[in-house]
């Protein structure tokens, strides 16, 4: 047997190199018959190179538009051709015009995407904020969701919209942008996340997870984006808002009987509010349930509460990986 076809390869490494989440391989593999893993001796998935390779010009070919039920029985030489040709029609955009540096922000370091991908990604950005100065939502809408279909879920959610609201803040503060522009790309933002949410379908088992924003934190945008790697992750994720104290969140984890709690905490959590929050919440979870928190405040929060049972993910990426592993133990 050549080493390309030998399955050895268990289904998180799958999803760490073509971005598929594990529902959606086990989906794929029951509805169209894309690859057929072998088994392990205690019943887990084992996967081939090729299987990978397959797999992962199948989830880059997705981002052409096309469907899985249209792409399923695609030889790889024509998802190529797919692929090679969506690239080459990618449209230019530049925000000169506008006054905006579109070099004042450099993509994160974190990411793993190709050159192309980046590109796309920049353009993306300077279009959205083109379309943002003349206030036209529309626009705004119409070029998130090409973003969406050409690069894919976890590059928009990874790349393109930190780098929107880093342009955002950048532009406002050389004051080329009001606050009311950051009030409306926020409101635009958060709608098309929640569109995302609600258009991912999970089987009624899944495991389940409650996203939420505790009392004295404001902003929702990053918990969205959170709720969008939960649900792709496989865990049906139910977003509750912001600003919500902490027996409100407890409560409504043990009436779902929730595996994970995700929070976002943006605000220092030095105060005396967030504190006492925190420490009420992580009292009445249950032991069942791991709480995952994420944004620039809960890294501080770990440095000083070294010994806490709060998992903390610096990104998107990482927060995945956490929801995949814990997953793949449920």
Request: aromatic letters at 6%; proline letters at 4%.
């Amino acid at each position: 047997m050549s080493p390309d076809n030998e399955k050895i390869h268990p289904i998180a490494v799958v999803q760490r190199r073509t971005g598929l989440s594990a529902h959606v391989l086990r989906k794929w593999e029951d509805r169209y018959a894309l690859v057929t893993p072998d088994r392990s001796e205690t019943g887990r998935r084992l996967y081939s190179e090729n299987d990978i390779a397959r797999l992962s010009l199948l989830s880059r070919a997705l981002r052409t538009g096309r469907t899985i039920g249209q792409l399923a029985t695609v030889p790889d030489e024509r998802l190529i051709q797919y692929i090679e040709q969506d690239q080459n029609t990618i449209i230019p955009g530049a925000v000169s015009e506008a006054g905006i540096d579109s070099s004042s922000t450099t993509m994160s370091s974190k990411t793993t995407s190709s050159s192309s991908d980046d590109t796309a990604v920049m353009e993306a950005a300077d279009r959205f904020l083109m379309h943002l100065l003349q206030y036209q939502d529309r626009e705004m809408d119409m070029t998130l969701q090409e973003s969406l279909r050409q690069l894919g879920r976890y590059a928009v959610i990874d790349q393109l919209i930190p780098l929107i609201m880093r342009k955002i803040g950048n532009a406002w503060q050389n004051g080329k942008l009001r606050i009311s522009h950051e009030h409306l790309a926020t409101f635009r933002l958060e709608t098309f996340l929640v569109r995302i949410i609600d258009s991912i379908t999970l089987p009624l088992h899944a495991p389940k997870a409650v996203s939420a924003v505790l009392e004295g934190q404001k902003h929702t945008l990053g918990t969205l984006a959170a709720t969008v790697s939960s649900c792709s992750s496989g865990y049906r994720t139910q977003f509750l808002g912001e600003m919500l104290p902490a027996e409100e969140i407890a409560s409504v984890v043990q009436t779902l009987d929730a595996k994970v709690l995700i929070l976002s905490i943006t605000y220092p959590f030095r105060t005396e509010t967030l504190e006492q929050e925190l420490q009420n919440l992580i009292r009445m979870m249950p032991t069942s349930t791991t709480i995952i928190a994420g944004g620039d405040a809960a890294v501080a929060y770990q440095q000083q509460h070294g010994a806490s049972p709060i998992v903390i993910t610096e990104d998107f990426v990482c927060l995945r990986k956490v929801l995949q592993n814990m997953y793949q133990r449920l």
